[in-house]
């Protein structure tokens, strides 16, 4: 009997780690519950789903403990979420760049983007997103932006 004891509970703690890591692979984030208006945190999406999501273009459901009630996170919280997915999965080659925000001319850092993106980017001729925390806003990088972006993964 003494011996099963011990198997389980070596079992025990092998099951014990799964989470551990489970945990590791979650991304949390917040978003605001409709109904309540209270920001939530949501922590049940591993970075894997959240990609999948992300990138089919499925709704992301958060979940608010008060009200019991999902709704899907809305297209801003979509784009922060994709900067948050991509940062934690290649936090080295990040390459952050500033680009001037075209409503309150701050330089803005901008560092949500893995220089693999902006490489695909760049070949790709497609648009560079910026993102302006004072102002909310989201805009296009300029030529010249880019040409600093190139010069940055140049490098
Ligand atoms: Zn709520
Ligand atoms: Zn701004």
């Known amino acids: 009997m003494g011996a099963k004891t011990q198997v389980s509970g ?3 703690s092998v099951e014990g780690a799964r989470p551990e890591s489970l945990l590791k692979d979650s991304v949390p984030f917040m978003s605001m519950c409709p109904r ?3 920001v939530q945190l949501q922590d049940r ?3 894997a789903a959240l990609q999948v999501l992300l990138r089919d273009g499925q709704p992301v459901e ?3 403990v008060m009200c019991h009630q999902f709704w899907p996170i809305n297209s801003r919280e979509r784009v922060e979420l994709a900067k948050a997915v991509t940062d934690s999965e290649a936090v080295d080659e990040s390459v952050p760049f500033t680009a001037i925000c075209p409503k309150c001319f701050e330089e ?3 560092r949500g983007y893995s220089g693999a993106a902006l490489r695909g980017f760049l070949k790709g001729n497609r648009a560079i997103e910026a993102y302006c925390v004072r102002c909310d806003a989201f805009w296009d990088i300029s ?3 880019r040409a600093a972006v190139t010069w940055a993964l140049a490098r």
């Open 10 to 12: 070596a079992r025990g």
């Open 36 to 38: 309540c208006t209270r």
């Open 45 to 47: 999406f591993s970075r």
């Open 62 to 64: 958060a979940y608010c």
């Open 108 to 110: 803005q850092p901008q």
């Open 143 to 145: 030529p010249h932006e």
